[in-house]
């Protein structure tokens, strides 16, 4: 099924869906890469400030290529353009933001996560990485985790049941979005893991392909609904 699907429908996919995870005045924290999608399939009616990392409250749709402001952009390096009501501020600002609880959702992308809700997104070993950036600050100090991932990277399973790349964070991810499905990370009321579930299923796929594709079991959500595609 998989080669029906090109790279940009993959994108859409996945960013549409993690749109309709937010509710009017969160303020969402978007790491760099496929995350910064999801700004283009928040409806207008909807209020969701978007922050940026790197000191932007307002973050709106890709700026038009034909007229840059090269002065706005996110963290990534991005053109992007700002809502009504943004502000700008320095690095400070914008991890006083991150670590302090003030943020109601973070998107981010990971190499890495598994059944106990464990993330592993910033570096694999023998292998260089400019370092872990701002997301062991987002994970830890977001209300929610969201992770938004290709289900697999060239053949091999990302969903796993214990990550053996260094951890970003332990115990912090809440919804796991691939372009096959949306599994929730079910904590007990001491935040321990009792394992992942399937909530979302995209109709191109059976459960069957979701199994082969994912390195941990999983349950079933008796509400298993289909994902927009």
């Not at 994970?139 to 969903?159: D, L, N, P």
Request: hydrophobic share 40%; net charge negative; aromatic share 6%.
């Amino acid at each position: 099924m998989m080669e029906l699907l090109t790279k940009e429908k993959i994108r859409e996919i996945i960013a549409k869906r993690a749109a309709k995870e937010f509710k009017d005045g969160d303020i969402v924290t978007l790491g760099i890469g496929l995350p910064t999608e999801v700004t283009k399939y928040i409806p207008d009616s909807k209020k969701v400030m978007f922050q940026s990392e790197n000191g932007l409250l307002g973050v709106g749709k890709n700026q038009n290529p034909e007229n840059i402001d090269e002065r706005v952009i996110n963290a990534g390096g991005g053109y992007v353009e700002t809502v009504n009501g943004a502000c700008f501020y320095d690095s400070q600002m914008a991890f006083i933001l991150m670590r302090g609880g003030h943020i109601d959702a973070t998107v981010l992308g990971a190499l890495q996560v598994d059944s106990k809700g464990n993330l592993a997104n910033w570096s694999v070993p023998n292998k260089f990485t400019p370092g872990m950036g701002g997301a062991m600050d987002l994970v830890v100090g977001a209300k929610k985790v969201i992770v938004v991932m290709e289900h697999t990277s060239k053949g091999q399973i990302k969903i796993v049941e214990e990550c053996d790349l260094p951890l970003t964070a332990a115990a912090e991810v809440n919804l796991i979005i691939t372009e096959k499905c949306v599994f929730r990370v079910d904590f007990d009321e001491n935040k321990v893991s009792r394992g992942l579930i399937l909530e979302e299923i995209n109709p191109m796929f059976s459960i069957d392909d979701i199994k082969k594709s994912t390195g941990c079991d999983f349950k079933i959500s008796e509400n298993l609904a289909e994902m927009e595609v």
